[in-house]
């Protein structure tokens, strides 16, 4: 079975600093990768997904970035973070069967 | 434009009692519908899905229940546990390799 591991788990960043999230992916070659970010009293948005080393599809304008610079790892970055950065930022991968989104633990982002 | 809504954002019930989460689409190419549930500082896991070729599946103390017609999807958890108090998500897929979530409802169980 697959296993995602994420981090860090918690970070606070001052406005303007620059930022970077990595996830990691077991248990599977060739994944489907995603980023999600839940807002306070909001739902899980998509922000990126990738199908392949190096290809990134954005989902929304924003100031952030992803890159997959191998397989089975994914990053989230930032040049300049923004207070509206601030959330719960998720990767996920699909199931075997490419029905299932399956998450990590989470990083929890305080922009201040 | 928010093509799926959950209108209740929260909802408390009692333990024992039968806990209803409810769920609604606008896009009728979704196919395939999920239920997560989320607890704090911790990422969703999936609890039960369904094909938009049948109307009701059952998980134990867990079904989801689809209504096409009215692009209408719910989750019946009975019966509510104290464990169940957590963030619930409906999601939903068109095979375009994406879920689209909802904004959730908080479950609170009422000892």
């Known amino acids: 079975s697959q296993t995602i591991h994420q981090w860090p788990a918690t970070l606070v960043q001052p406005v303007g600093s620059p930022l970077s999230l990595e996830c990691t992916v077991e248990?599977?070659?060739?994944?489907?990768l995603y980023w999600y970010r839940q807002a306070a009293g909001r739902g899980l948005q998509l922000l990126f997904y990738?199908?392949?080393?190096?290809?990134i599809s954005s989902e929304v304008p924003q100031n952030l970035s992803a890159s997959r610079p191998q397989d089975r790892q994914f990053i989230l970055s930032s040049k300049k973070l923004l207070l509206s950065d601030s959330g719960f930022y998720l990767c996920?991968?699909?199931?075997?069967?490419?029905?299932?989104?399956?998450f990590g633990s989470g990083t929890q982002l305080s922009v201040l | 434009d928010q093509q799926v809504k959950q209108n209740s954002p929260s909802l408390s019930v009692q333990e024992g009692r039968i806990s209803i989460l409810n769920c609604d689409y606008t896009?009728?190419?979704?196919?395939?519908f999920l239920w997560y549930k989320k607890y704090p500082a911790e990422g969703p896991t999936f609890l039960i899905s369904?094909?938009?070729?049948?109307d009701k599946n059952e998980d134990g103390r867990f079904t989801v229940f689809l209504n096409k017609s009215a692009k209408h999807l719910s989750l019946h958890i009975v019966p509510s546990q104290p464990g169940d108090s957590a963030v619930y998500f409906c999601?939903?897929?068109?095979?375009?390799?994406?879920?689209?979530f909802g904004t959730g409802t908080r479950l609170t169980i009422i000892p």
């Open positions: 990738s199908v392949g080393i190096g290809q």
């Open positions: 896009n009728s190419m979704f196919d395939y």
């Open positions: 369904i094909s938009s070729i049948k």
């Open positions: 996920a991968t699909r199931g075997a069967t490419n029905e299932k989104l399956f």
């Open positions: 248990g599977t070659s060739n994944p489907n």
């Open positions: 999601a939903m897929d068109f095979g375009n390799e994406k879920l689209t």
